[in-house]
T-cell receptor
Framework: DAGVTQSPTHLIKTRGQQVTLRCSPI?????VSWYQQVLGQGPQFIFQ???????GRGNFPDRFSARQFPNYSSELNVNALLLGDSALYLC?????????FGPGTRLTVL | SQQGEEDPQALSIQEGENATMNCSYK?????LQWYRQNSGRGLVHLIL?????REKHSGRLRVTLDTSKKSSSLLITASRAADTASYFC??????????FGEGTQLTVNP
């Protein structure tokens, strides 16, 4: 059974642009969470979705938004990119208490 | 901040020695989990402990939880070079806030 998948693997954008990151959860998992991990730091919680509804939100500006689709896949959108948005973006799917993480998307903003 | 602290930030030991890392938190939790991350890749789930549990074992791992002190410890026994990684604790608080600590960078020298 496939694990959590994320696309793209790497992405380079310039300041002011917009980016969309994608995540497919493990089959049957209805909950997806997004995290941002800046180099050398722990992951920071961005959003949690369950059954297509937002269940939790971290301390991120409104430039960050997400949604979950009927097949439970999810997209994270970031508008008006800043240099500080450069990070590894991790997606996790969950059924019950345990989270399973994808390999992440490394975003570089120039 | 609802994030807690992890200590030490870095730990260097010899193969065969035990490694202990600690995690503290500030608000009540539903459960606490430990994860490992190798070289900025996705996180791997190690062990989960519920708020009503005090100790759990999994292979060479032992986790304790002291809810009165709002702290948890992860012990890795008989460490191996392959245990070299960053270790994070993750806690789920009420209101679906999902937080990681800053992590402990463990280096096991052969």
């Amino acid at each position: 059974d496939a694990g959590v998948t994320q696309s793209p693997t790497h992405l380079i954008k310039t300041r002011g642009q917009q980016v969309t990151l994608r995540c497919s959860p493990i089959s049957g998992h209805k909950s997806v969470s997004w995290y941002q991990q800046v180099l050398g730091q722990g992951p920071q919680f961005i959003f949690q979705y369950y059954e297509k509804e937002e269940r939790g939100r971290g301390n991120f500006p409104d430039r960050f938004s997400a949604r979950q689709f009927p097949n439970y896949s999810s997209e994270l959108n970031v508008n008006a990119l800043l240099l500080g948005d450069s990070a590894l973006y991790l997606c996790a799917s969950r059924e019950g208490n345990e989270q399973f993480f994808g390999p992440g998307t490394r975003l570089t903003v120039l | 901040s609802q994030q807690g602290e992890e200590d030490p930030q870095a730990l260097s030991i010899q193969e065969g020695e035990n490694a202990t890392m600690n995690c503290s938190y500030k608000t009540s939790i539903n459960n606490l989990q430990w994860y490992r991350q190798n070289s900025g890749r996705g996180l791997v789930h190690l062990i989960l402990i519920r708020s009503n549990e005090r100790e759990k074992h999994s292979g060479r791992l032992r986790v304790t939880l002291d809810t009165s002190k709002k702290s948890s410890s992860l012990l890795i026994t008989a460490s191996r070079a392959a245990d070299t990684a960053s270790y994070f604790c993750w806690r789920e608080t009420s209101g679906s806030r999902l937080t990681f600590g800053e992590g402990t960078q463990l280096t096991v020298n052969p």
